[in-house]
């Protein structure tokens, strides 16, 4: 079967850094997606890997190895307002999303 | 970026009464939209692809004739929760591909939500 997992909760710091972590076993490969949903809404994009590596995107970056099934985001200088649910999800080879279950993030001053 | 909006955002109905949630992908055409629903502190669980065109595809236990989806049109797709229930109530989400090779990735874009309550 298909499976994504990411921890249920982390707490950070305000101005620190965290790192979340998604492992995945899908059928197939084509891309693994971070969104971030606070909570009463819809999910936002943060970030697409589809190639080994980190990508960054401002205070955001997100990593993926392929090889081992794994990624992570990292999130720098953690603000109030990056408290949200994390999610990590993996286009496979139908183009069908799959979803983990969310990492809920709580920033403490 | 494209943008999704959803129709209502909120709506209480009484139970046995049919609900209809509207998708529709505001700057960009969407042959595909997703259905999903999300209960407190749970992931998004894919209901349903929709369709341009053709009949929506329904994911191992959903019932088609319960959430009725018609994709009438490039940017609308609807969903209707029929003869509802109160174990109904949830948080529908529904969300597009742009298909028209105006987004970089094969991200999805997400309609705001809409929040059902069956009493």
């Known amino acids: 079967g298909q499976n994504i997992d990411q921890p249920t909760e982390m707490t950070a710091t305000e101005g620190a850094i965290v790192q979340i972590n998604c492992t995945y076993q899908?059928?197939?490969?084509?891309?693994l997606f971070w969104y971030q949903q606070h909570a009463g809404e819809a999910p936002t994009f943060l970030s697409y890997?589809?190639l080994d590596g980190l990508e960054e995107k401002g205070r955001f970056s997100s990593f993926l190895s392929r090889s081992k099934g794994y990624s992570y985001l990292l999130l720098k200088e953690l603000q109030m307002k990056d408290s949200a649910s994390y999610l990590c999800?993996?286009?496979?080879?139908?183009?069908?999303?799959?979803w983990g279950a969310g990492t809920k993030l709580i920033i403490k001053p | 970026g494209a943008v999704v909006s959803q129709h209502p955002s909120r709506v209480i109905c009484k139970s046995g009464t049919s609900v209809k949630i509207e998708c529709r992908s505001l700057?960009?055409?969407?042959?595909?939209m997703f259905w999903y629903r999300q209960f407190p502190k749970k992931s998004l669980m894919l209901m349903a692809t929709?369709?341009?065109?053709?009949?929506?595809?329904?994911e191992q236990g959903v019932e088609k004739d319960k959430f009725l989806i018609n994709h009438a049109s490039l940017t609308l797709s609807t969903l209707t929760v029929t003869s509802a229930h109160p174990e109904d109530s949830s948080f529908y989400i529904c969300?597009?591909?742009?298909?028209?090779?105006?987004?970089?990735?094969?991200?999805?874009?997400f309609g705001p939500g809409t929040r059902l309550t069956v009493l």
């Open positions: 700057d960009f055409q969407a042959t595909t």
């Open positions: 929709s369709n341009e065109g053709s009949k929506a595809t329904y």
């Open positions: 999800a993996v286009l496979d080879s139908n183009y069908q999303l799959i």
């Open positions: 969300s597009a591909r742009d298909t028209s090779g105006g987004s970089s990735y094969n991200e999805q874009f």
């Open positions: 890997n589809v």
């Open positions: 899908t059928s197939g490969f084509n891309g």
